[in-house]
Structure formats: C-alpha cells, structure tokens
T-cell receptor, first 112, second 112 residues
Framework: DAEITQSPRHKITETGRQVTLACHQT?????MFWYRQDLGHGLRLIHY???????NKGEVSDGYSVSRSNTEDLPLTLESAASSQTSVYFC???????????FGQGTRLTVV | QQQVKQSPQSLIVQKGGISIINCAYE??????FPWYQQFPGKGPALLIA?????SEKKEGRFTISFNKSAKQFSLHIMDSQPGDSATYFC???????????FGQGTRLTINP
C-alpha cells in the first residue's frame, strides 16, 4: 500500500545543532508539505513543494529549510535548533488538483 | 486574513449526543473547507470536506454546515460515540489541498 513515512518518530537534540527530519511518500504525489503542531496553534505550514526542485516558504519558515531532489522525499532541516522549535512535525502530501492531503505519523522533536 | 478561528478548544459530550464544533474565516478566496480528525500519536486524517457552492454536506453521522455570507462553517457529529473522542481541526485553502490553513483544534471527549 502507498504511504507516507516520517523518521525519526522521536528525537532529542541540543540547542545549536543541525537536525534533519525525513519524509518519504510512495504515492508519487507532486505536492509535499511540512507543518508543525503546537498546542493552541493547530498546524502551521513551514515549507511546501509542488514538484522536484520547487520549494516555497510557509507561515513559519524562519530557521527551517527544505530541498526536493526527487518526487518521493522532502527532508526538513533545522539549521541551528532552538528551544522554540520543540514541537511535533507533520509531513503531508497531495496530488495536484485532488483535495485530500495525507499526513505522516509525525516526529516529536525536543530541543534542550 | 489567513486565519481560521476554531471553537471551542475542548468539548465534552455524552454518548449519543450531538457534538458541534465551529470555525470562522476571513479570506473570501478560500474555496475548500476540510475537517481533519486526529487520534493521539497519529497524523491528522481527512474526515469530511465541503466547497462553498453547497450549504451542507453529510457523510454518515458527520455533517458540515457552511454559511458563506457569515464566513462560518461547522462540524456536527450526530449520535456521538466514545470512538469519536479525538482532536478535530477545521481548515481552509485555495484550490484544494494546496496550502491548508488550520484552526486551533478542538479536543472532543465522548463520555460513555
């Protein structure tokens, strides 16, 4: 079955370290998204991509970057982790023109 | 203008009762309004969605009511069951599941 997987599921890192969260989907979807989920804020869009080599900033992109070298993967990099980036991160994908977005299981990141 | 405001933050309903969650938006360009259901430790999953050309959409026990003039939409869960206990997010976007703007979430608890 097609799916979207995130790794790791949990990570603890120190302030200032670079961290990369992986997202892999097997639906061959063009659209991929990264959201962070924080209590009281719902899910907020960090970065998104509409295809290979395409990346765009979302609502809360400061301190994060993404790259899209193939259709299946959109890794999210925290350049220098900060305590404010402690959160649960969700990756999602959707097909162009199709309404439903499919979410991964999430990565819980703690920055200490 | 990109915000979607959701209420209440938490809701407790007795088994068999009706659960009602409300959302309001400002951006009249939004043309797709989904509701996502999230269980603990899982990613959000699409529950039901509506476009502004209809005022109501029903799928089983779940109904979306949409008021375009008031820029409001709501989720009604009829005959609420303990298995419905989850966090519910409303969202809005332009052009389908491109960039979803989420509400803050409602934690629903159905008491047996």
């Amino acid at each position: 079955d097609a799916e979207i997987t995130q790794s790791p599921r949990h990570k603890i890192t120190e302030t200032g370290r670079q961290v990369t969260l992986a997202c892999h989907q097997t639906w061959n979807h063009n659209n991929m998204f990264w959201y962070r989920q924080d209590l009281g804020h719902g899910l907020r869009l960090i970065h998104y991509s509409y295809g290979v080599q395409d990346t765009n900033k979302g609502e809360v992109s400061d301190g994060y970057s993404v790259s899209r070298s193939n259709t299946e993967d959109l890794p999210l990099t925290l350049e220098s982790a900060a305590s404010s980036q402690t959160s649960v991160y969700f990756c999602a994908s959707s097909e162009q023109g199709i309404a439903e977005a499919f979410f991964g299981q999430g990565t819980r990141l703690t920055v200490v | 203008q990109q915000q979607v405001k959701q209420s209440p933050q938490s809701l407790i309903v007795q088994k068999g009762g009706i659960s009602i969650i409300n959302c309001a938006y400002e951006n009249t360009a939004f043309d797709y309004f989904p509701w996502y259901q999230q269980f603990p430790g899982k990613g959000p999953a699409l529950l039901i969605a509506i476009r502004p050309d209809v005022s109501e959409k029903k799928e089983g026990r779940f109904t979306i009511s949409f008021n375009k003039s008031a820029k409001q939409f709501s989720l009604h869960i009829m005959d609420s069951q303990p298995g419905d206990s989850a966090t519910y997010f409303c969202a809005a976007s332009i052009g389908g599941a491109q960039k979803l703007v989420f509400g803050q979430g409602t934690r629903l608890t159905i008491n047996p």
